[in-house]
């Protein structure tokens, strides 16, 4: 079969010029990989954010009773689990939208309002789908200087260089509380006084996917808003507290309106019988969930003892990861670590050379990581 890199054909060319212009989106390196390319074994991941205590129970079990459906499509409107979630959240649910991970509800919400010479609002060191998702539509990224880091939120949202960017052609403005990969957390008083100063051509998407590591998530959400704001979206995602990232389930609550219109283009099927049943056993499952803030909690002191005794500065803590400045190329501290069977993340992609993000995990894992950014620090 020939090689097609071998011919004259460009595919590129012939791409839209919103995904021509794209990077494709840097993941965490999989163990797996790590393995192969250094044939290591007993390798640790603490790059993607993934809840270190593995899947709920209630989810395994869940998963297990419908194995036998596997051979027949998925319910596509998701009955069940709307109606699981619309209990957990106080939401009717028709407000809700299922999606395939909480980043295909992003691009479902810039597919429904973006198209070129339209606009996105978002910060400077915001989730990187979201410039994905904006410019594969043609539409224009408008990305907000983010606050420095000396500031109470460092490298956090500056909503008021967000709102200066809001134009007649804005269609969504995108803000992640808590933010990744900062770590900050935005006020709800300015968060809520920015989103009333909004005019209502513009769909703010409030994307909570952290949401759950709050000592108190109803407290920490915006969900109680949604009557008041015809044109909020909040996101979300059963990938971080509730520890089912590998089956890629998110969902939107939203007036029944935008709802309406993102399931329009919803691809049908779009979450499958393992992934919804999973994330109605996981809501049930109380227990597990305040397991994982409690590691969350223990594991983001026990992360910034190494850093604090390295003299490394970090950022806010308000998700399940740190991020870190290395005073140095962080590549090189990456990748000393990779030899170690330990993986972080890099974030020069997010304009942060500099930085690592290192995901919370276990203790163990963190006594690990502490053992191998200790050697590489001293070399």
Not at 211 to 216: H, K, P, R, S
Not at 371 to 378: G, N
Request: proline share 7%.
């Amino acid at each position: 079969m020939t090689d097609q890199s071998a011919t004259d054909f460009d595919a590129l060319r012939l791409a839209t010029p919103g995904v021509a212009g794209l990077s494709p989106y840097q993941p965490g390196k999989p163990t797996s990989e790590l393995e192969r390319e250094l044939g290591l074994s007993d390798t640790i991941k603490l790059a993607s954010n993934e809840n270190p205590l593995g899947p709920p129970p209630a989810a395994l079990a869940a998963i297990r009773e419908v194995l036998p459906e596997l051979a027949l499509y998925p319910d596509g409107n998701g009955f069940a689990l709307k109606q699981a979630l619309g209990e957990h959240l106080g939401v009717a649910p028709s407000m809700i939208t299922l999606g395939n991970g909480s980043n295909d509800i992003l691009v479902l919400l810039a597919e429904a309002f973006l198209l070129p010479g339209l606009e996105a609002v978002y910060s400077q060191y915001a989730f990187a789908v979201y410039e994905l998702a904006t410019r594969a539509t043609g539409a224009t990224a408008c990305v907000a200087p983010a606050l420095p880091a000396g500031d109470d939120a460092p490298l956090g949202h500056d909503l008021a260089a967000m709102a200066s960017l809001v134009s007649p052609r804005t269609r969504l403005v995108f803000i992640a509380n808590p933010n990744n990969p900062t770590g900050t957390a935005l006020p709800l008083p300015a968060l809520r006084q920015f989103i009333e100063q909004l005019p209502e051509h513009v769909v703010v998407v409030v994307d909570e996917a952290y949401v759950e590591y709050a000592q108190d998530p109803a407290q920490a959400s915006v969900l109680a808003w949604l009557d008041e704001f015809p044109n909020l979206v909040v996101s979300r995602t059963f990938s971080k507290g509730f520890g089912l990232a590998g089956l890629r389930i998110g969902y939107a609550v939203s007036s029944a309106q935008i709802a309406d219109v993102l399931n329009r283009i919803r691809q049908p099927f779009n979450v499958g019988h393992a992934a919804q049943a999973a994330a109605v056993a996981a809501l049930g499952d109380h227990e597990y969930l305040q397991r994982s803030r409690q590691v969350n909690r223990e594991g983001l002191r026990q992360l910034a003892g190494t850093l604090d005794a390295l003299g490394l500065w970090y950022g806010a803590d308000a998700g399940n990861f740190l991020l870190v400045d290395m005073g140095r190329p962080a590549a090189e501290v990456y990748t000393q670590l990779l030899k170690q069977g330990v993986i972080v993340r890099p974030l020069a992609n997010y304009g942060l050379p500099h930085h690592l993000r290192i995901s919370i995990g276990t203790h163990a894992q963190l006594e690990r990581l502490d053992q191998a950014l200790r050697q590489v620090q001293h070399a």
